[in-house]
């Protein structure tokens, strides 16, 4: 998954869901792979502990996590 793909939705896509100035030709290393996901899911953790206002546990956390990871967070999580 270091080359550049398309995914479902026609979007140049590589390592795990990385969309970021990824082109056709694009091509990234297992470390930029691994350091994109890392970041990507800091973020979906930080988008969930800004907007969840209640106690989770740690399985809803997680479902929450993976859901903004995967559909985004939007334009209103302010992040």
């Excluded at 809803?60 to 999580?77: E, L, T, W, Y």
């Amino acid at each position: 998954m270091t080359k550049g793909y398309q995914c479902s939705a026609n979007v140049w896509t590589n390592g795990y869901g990385q969309t970021v100035g990824v082109t056709p030709n694009a091509e990234v290393t297992h470390q930029d792979v691994v350091n994109n996901l890392v970041n990507d899911v800091l973020s979906a953790e930080a988008v969930v502990d800004k907007l969840v206002t209640v106690t989770l546990d740690q399985y809803q956390f997680d479902a929450f996590v993976s859901f903004v990871f995967n559909v985004g967070a939007g334009i209103s999580a302010g992040l």
